[in-house]
């Protein structure tokens, strides 16, 4: 049974943490809920607009025809269909923690709102490595938004730079709506000066902080 957590902390997730599994696994188990505790590591992950676009079409493409009914919510409107379990590829130098930790999505500079905010939470499954399309095809699996020519490019990158890429596996908890503005993000301390452009470590405080900003729409 998963219980509330203290006073001090976000009180819509799990502070209980089990020795024979992963928090990610209780993450897993007990979807959308996930373990957070002093030990829980939490990273900010900036993207660019087309990779964001590409991973969460939902916030930039929000409306189309529901094509069961013909109507939905607001006048016939529903958001598409996504997935829960996503994959990202990136070829930042930093490293994220445990299974279990926290994402937070960054989406930087856009055309298109919303723009250098905060936008999404997430719970990270696994980070390997590829070198080459075979493998990050492997890797990837039936969760990649990346066509076969987007993934030669990738394989191509990591000639080029001499680097693998990270493939970065998580569950997609939760969009941020609104999205955490970079006003917001640089009051409370997440970003100072200009914002980051690589993956980032936050402390357990900012945390905390950007999961009760979230206002996830689920009880314990």
């Not at 039936?142 to 000639?159: D, F, I, N, P, T």
Request: net charge negative.
């Amino acid at each position: 049974m998963l219980l509330s957590a203290p006073e001090w902390e976000p009180r819509i997730v799990s502070d209980v943490r089990l020795d024979d599994e992963t928090d990610f696994e209780q993450a897993r188990k007990n979807y959308p809920r996930f373990v957070f505790d002093a030990k829980t590591l939490g990273f900010g992950i900036p993207i660019q607009e087309d990779y964001h676009d590409t991973l969460y079409p939902d916030l930039w493409k929000p409306r189309q025809p529901d094509l069961f009914s013909g109507a939905s919510r607001a006048e016939g409107i529903t958001r598409p269909g996504n997935t829960i379990r996503k994959v990202y590829l990136c070829q930042a130098q930093s490293n994220l923690g445990p299974p279990g930790s926290v994402l937070f999505f960054y989406k930087g500079v856009s055309k298109d709102p919303p723009s250098q905010a905060i936008t999404a939470l997430g719970i990270l499954e696994s980070m390997t490595l590829a070198g080459s399309k075979r493998e990050l095809m492997q890797l990837t699996g039936g969760r990649s938004v990346y066509s076969e020519e987007e993934l030669e490019e990738w394989e191509q990158k990591a000639k080029d730079k001499g680097r693998p890429v990270k493939v970065i596996n998580y569950l997609l908890v939760s969009y941020i709506e609104p999205a955490v503005s970079i006003d917001e993000l640089k009051t409370m301390g997440v970003v100072r000066g200009h914002p980051q452009q690589s993956i980032y470590k936050l402390s357990h405080d900012l945390i905390a902080r950007l999961i009760e900003r979230a206002d996830l729409e689920f009880e314990v």
